[in-house]
């Protein structure tokens, strides 16, 4: 079965750091996504892990343990337009499908 | 290069009609796939396609169907529409099927079942 679990809301300061959590279950699982959306609109591209280790990408980074089947999102010096839902993502290459987590609401505070 | 595009963007219908979206993937891509996103149950996995062909297919009951055109625009038809079936539907476009390619999802289709 797929099982991907992540939390269902955060909320944060501006400027400040904060952690998304994302642990899954999967079968024939080949890498994590991240993606972004904000309300109304669809997601958007945020990263792709397929090896253990941390990616970064300017403000935000994206961290992958496959043996822990763990994942994490880590924004810096966030900004009010970073509010949105932040939904994790595995891919399973045997369909070309993405098994989503149920996405967590980040909510950035002045 | 343009993006993804969905039509309607905007569809109501009611209980017992059919509907037939349509997504247009980004040029040069030959594989969408198609998602359903409820409040309930998050971003479900419908199907996808690949040079005309289905290659997997989601947990949604037979009312759920696809194809895909040889220019690889795909359309996804829903029969016999229910209440529940009120979600927003994005389709998202790669490539390939390779495990590295990004899939780019469209603005969706919000079909609202009364």
């Known amino acids: 079965g797929q099982n991907i679990d992540q939390p269902t809301e955060m909320t944060a300061t501006e400027g400040a750091i904060v952690q998304i959590n994302c642990t899954y279950q999967?079968?024939?699982?080949?890498?994590l996504f991240w993606y972004q959306q904000h309300a109304g609109e669809a997601p958007t591209f945020l990263s792709y892990?397929?090896?253990?280790g941390l990616e970064e990408k300017g403000r935000f980074s994206s961290f992958l343990s496959r043996s822990k089947g763990y994942s994490y999102l880590l924004l810096k010096e966030l900004q009010m337009k970073d509010s949105a839902s932040y939904l994790c993502?595995?891919?399973?290459?045997?369909?070309?499908?993405?098994?989503f987590g149920g996405g967590t609401r980040l909510m950035v505070k002045p | 290069k343009a993006g993804v595009t969905q039509t309607p963007r905007y569809l109501i219908k009611t209980r017992g009609q059919q509907v037939t979206l349509s997504c247009s993937p980004i040029?040069?891509?030959?594989?969408v796939s198609w998602y359903q996103q409820t409040p309930g149950q998050g971003l479900q996995f419908l199907f996808e396609?690949?040079?005309?062909?289905?290659?997997n297919k989601g947990n949604f009951p037979g009312r759920f169907s696809g194809r895909q055109f040889s220019n690889s625009r795909s359309e996804m038809n829903v029969s016999t529409l229910e209440l529940g079936d009120s979600a927003l539907y994005l389709c998202?476009?790669?490539?390939?099927?390779?495990?590295?390619?990004?899939?780019?999802f469209g603005p969706g289709t919000r079909l609202l079942v009364l």
């Open positions: 040029s040069g891509h030959r594989s």
């Open positions: 396609y690949f040079s005309e062909t289905q290659r």
């Open positions: 999967t079968s024939g699982f080949n890498g």
């Open positions: 892990n397929v090896l253990d």
């Open positions: 998202a476009s790669s490539f390939s099927t390779a495990a590295k390619e990004t899939q780019y």
């Open positions: 993502a595995a891919y399973n290459n045997a369909g070309n499908m993405l098994t």
